[in-house]
């Protein structure tokens, strides 16, 4: 059986990834702070689709356990998730550096931690996958939220070099640029229903897009040529803009 | 967030604030820290029982825990609906010992309204079934609770509307099948004499319900199509179907996009319906073979057939009277039938005994009806709430948008237990639904 590891098991989007690959037949790792947690998740996963799924004690900004997280999986994963993310608040961010520093670590700097640790023992066995979720809050900086913004630009970048540098070993590197979707973590927004993706949409997506070996997936369209103005608007006039 | 939020029937809508949790931990926090929360489901009640100032969207809690396939028994999560687990159970030869005539409901829902089948005359409702669930509390607490266990929670759970706490846990057992489909019979009543008769004659059927054409008079007052089926077996089915006797064919999936304007489903197009259903074309019998979908849930091909209805939304009006009481079905029918407000839906069934603290059933004929939203509407449906009061018979909570309070106290016997219970439970009001509040069932 094909393994993914979900790194970031927890949140909505990942759940419904989980039982996309579950259901194709994959087993699946559940990772995330509290394991425990998972454990509903796990059985779900193998009451519904009669695979193997397994939970394990991840903490994204722990980094000094990465090696040791990953080196101590039960099999070593064909498809590694990258699902982690903390959304934040802006506001409080500017003011307080624990929570800045806090969106940076989670959505930036723990994720290369664990994703070099990974890549090393994919690009060394010549295969394997790594699906990053990033976000289109990457691509340029807003005032609502570029904290958030910028680690996730971070995250973009250290993702196409990845993809690059790896691309000779056949390890295959996708990023997926999600938009809106529609989880707990963006439960309290009001988002706009034909821009807003559901998690299933997204696992349907990242599913397709993994069995092509897509690079960049956006998982609603429109995302790509909205993005694609948003950064040809020049400085001068975009600065002026509230977004 | 803010969000408009209205049940099946479309009426009444409100603004309500939504929040949705997967971890049992966070979900506790936010019951203790809130007031005026009600659990919700998938919204498939028809009226305002699960709708409030705070609703806990259940969907998210979608986790199936354990299948016991030797034994037949399920653990779930509340929030996971039934679509999702007779795609599971069926395969491997299991089906839902209880299912309301739709399964796009969540288990939580089935137990707060207690729902009953067409199969109510021979297996009961859905309380019977459960072996134990996890209720939490007014004060966050998690108790587990089954017949033999915080009895008290237990029987004022099941029915109780989501009134004692929220459900996040649920064992119940299945029923064995040898094959995903029905060998069903289906038969022409002339009359309501004749349908009833023929409820009799054929209640050794597992299951049976029948529709009436309400807008009948005279010799065909109440003529109706009794349906009854039983689970086949293997024996029955074709070579086809016998290849693979728990797998059904793909279907295809209609749906109606938006509301169509309500003069769509005026008299007229109900009598047209009406012709056409009973119309001379239906045999006195007919007898086939069917997946079980359309069996069970004729009307789920249609998603959203709500929305036929019309901006304004529906009431559907499901009352039960005690089986000595034929004649006020008959008081009732002929009143809707004089003022000519008919309805695509109407569905008659014959409840067997049922002695539970709050739930709806109980033995006799229960009727469910629409009724699109216009003006004179809640005066006639009080009319009728009189003559149900009358024959000594009630209201489905779960369908209820509009009944006065004290048609619920007076209808209800063990009302007043109940709301002792839920007090206990429920201190504080801290779970309070528009219903609970027009009824004052959390007084
Ligand atoms: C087409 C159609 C056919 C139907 N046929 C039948 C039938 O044949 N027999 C029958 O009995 N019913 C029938 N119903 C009604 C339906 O089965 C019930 O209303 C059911 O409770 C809906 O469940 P839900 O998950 O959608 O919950 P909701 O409609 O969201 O909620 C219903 C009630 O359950 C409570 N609730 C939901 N989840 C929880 C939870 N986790 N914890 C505590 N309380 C909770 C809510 O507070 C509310 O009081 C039918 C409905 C439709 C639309």
């Known amino acids: 059986m094909p393994t993914v590891l979900l790194l970031g098991a927890g949140s909505d989007m990942a759940v419904a990834i989980a039982r996309k690959f579950a259901a194709a037949h994959y087993d699946i790792q559940l990772a995330a702070r509290k394991a425990a947690a998972l454990q509903p998740l796990q059985q779900d996963l193998q009451v519904r689709y009669g695979i193997t799924a397994t939970t394990h004690d991840f903490d994204a900004t722990d980094y000094s356990t990465h090696a040791a997280f990953f080196a101590g999986l039960p099999t070593m994963p064909d498809i590694t998730v990258c699902a982690f993310g903390y959304l934040g608040d802006q506001e409080l961010a500017q003011r307080d550096w624990q929570e800045a520093a806090t969106i940076i670590h989670s959505n930036y700097t723990g994720a290369v931690s664990v994703l070099n640790i990974i890549a090393e023992s994919y690009e060394a066995r010549g295969k394997g996958m790594i699906i990053g979720i990033s976000s289109v809050a990457g691509e340029r900086g807003r005032q609502s939220n570029y904290i958030y913004g910028s680690a996730k630009a971070g995250f973009t970048a250290y993702l196409s070099g990845l993809r690059n540098r790896l691309f000779r070993s056949g390890v295959h590197v996708m990023s997926v640029q999600p938009g809106f979707v529609n989880t707990r973590m963006t439960q309290h927004l009001n988002l706009p229903p034909l821009l807003t993706a559901q998690p299933d949409q997204v696992a349907n997506a990242v599913f397709k897009a993994a069995q092509r070996s897509r690079n960049v997936l956006y998982v609603k369209w429109p995302w790509k040529y909205i993005m694609l103005i948003i950064k040809m608007i020049p400085e001068g006039i975009f600065k002026k803009l509230k977004l | ?443």
Not at chain 2, 322 to 351: M, T, Y
Request: charged content about 20%.
């Open chain 2, 1 to 443: 967030m803010q969000k408009r939020l209205a049940n099946w029937g479309n009426y009444p809508a409100i603004t309500s604030e939504e929040n949705a949790f997967t971890q049992e931990q966070q979900l506790r926090d936010f019951v203790v820290s809130n007031h005026q929360l009600i659990a919700r489901g998938n919204g498939r009640c028809y009226g305002d029982a699960s709708l409030g100032k705070h609703s806990i969207s259940m969907l998210k809690y979608d986790k199936i825990l354990s299948f016991d396939e030797q034994n037949g028994f399920l653990e779930t999560q509340a929030g996971v609906t039934l679509d999702q687990i007779l795609d599971i159970i069926v395969p491997k030869g299991w089906f839902l010992p209880v299912t309301p005539g739709t399964k796009f409901i969540t288990v939580g829902g089935a137990v707060a309204s207690d729902v009953h089948g067409k199969n109510h005359h021979v297996d009961g409702a859905f309380s019977g079934h459960i072996t134990e669930m996890d209720v939490i509390t007014g004060d966050g607490e998690t108790v587990t609770c089954s017949q033999g266990r915080h009895t008290d929670l237990f029987w004022a759970t099941c029915g109780g509307m989501g009134l004692t706490g929220v459900i996040t846990r649920v064992k119940f057992d299945l029923k064995k099948i040898e094959t995903a489909y029905i060998k069903q019979k289906q038969l022409k009543a002339r009359n309501l004499e004749e349908v009833i008769r023929l409820f009799d004659e054929y209640k050794h059927y597992t299951y049976s319900m029948a529709w009436i054409d309400c807008l009948q008079k005279g010799d065909s007052f109440g003529r109706s199509i009794l349906i009854v089926g039983e689970h086949a077996t293997k024996a029955d089915l074709n070579p086809k179907q016998q290849e693979a006797p728990l797998k059904l064919p793909a279907k295809p999936r209609l749906t109606v996009p938006f509301n169509l304007p309500s003069f769509i489903l005026n008299t007229f197009t109900v009598k047209a319906f009406n012709w056409l259903y009973y119309g001379k074309n239906f045999k006195k019998e007919i007898n086939n073979v069917v997946p079980y979908e359309p069996f069970f849930y004729p009307l789920d091909a249609i998603l959203h057939w709500n929305r036929g209805y019309g901006k304004a939304g529906f009431i559907q009006y499901q009352f039960v009277l005690p089986l000595e009481h034929k004649a006020g079905l008959v008081a009732i029918l002929q009143r809707i039938s004089e003022k000519g407000w008919g309805s695509f839906l109407a569905v008659l069934k014959v409840f067997g005994h049922q002695d539970s603290l709050i739930s709806f059933p109980m033995e006799g004929y229960t009727l469910a009806l629409d009724f699109p939203v216009r003006k004179g509407l809640f005066e006639f449906l009080d009319e009728l709430d009189e003559i149900v009061l009358q024959y000594g018979g009630r209201l489905y909570l779960s369908k209820d948008a509009r009944m006065k309070q004290d048609v619920f106290w007076k209808s209800y016997p063990n009302a007043n237990r109940f709301a002792d219970i839920v007090k206990t439970y429920n201190p504080g009001k801290r779970f309070e639904s528009l219903q609970s509040e027009r009824l004052l069932l959390t007084k």
